[in-house]
């Protein structure tokens, strides 16, 4: 069994700061971690992975506001979000997969947690 539980959405204001959390409950191994985000009628969009190695990636919008990070040992992955704009409002869903390296897309990943919503408030 593989399951994804997301935490620490919520409201924010604009220009504010938010951090979400994401615990892989498993006995495998866990590879590649990341977030993706969705709104109504959008299709999901990557915004930031991170390897076993703890190499990052992030989505051109969020390059230089938000982290990801993550703890091995807890099999945890963690995501800071600063300078929030009212357009990044999204259920945000946290995402695994077995390989190491990471994927890009959302089909490259196998495990995904229910989303936690984060709603930016103008």
């Known amino acids: 069994q593989f399951r994804l539980v997301e935490s620490g959405g919520g409201s924010v204001e604009a220009g504010g700061s938010l951090k979400v959390s994401c615990a892989a409950a498993?006995?495998?191994?866990?590879?590649?971690m990341g977030w993706f985000r969705q709104t109504p009628g959008k299709e999901r969009e990557a915004v930031a992975t991170?390897?076993?190695?703890?190499?990052?990636t992030y989505a051109e919008s969020v390059k230089g506001r938000f982290t990801v990070s993550r703890d091995n040992d807890k099999k945890t992955t963690y995501l800071e979000m600063t300078r929030l704009s009212a357009e990044e409002t999204a259920v945000y869903y946290c995402?695994?997969?077995?390989?190491?390296?990471?994927?890009?897309?959302?089909?490259?990943?196998?495990?995904w947690g229910r989303g936690t919503p984060v709603i930016v408030s103008s």
């Open positions: 995402t695994a997969r077995y390989e190491i390296v990471c994927s890009s897309t959302e089909s490259g990943y196998k495990f």
């Open positions: 498993t006995t495998s191994g866990v590879g590649c």
């Open positions: 991170i390897s076993v190695d703890l190499k990052p």
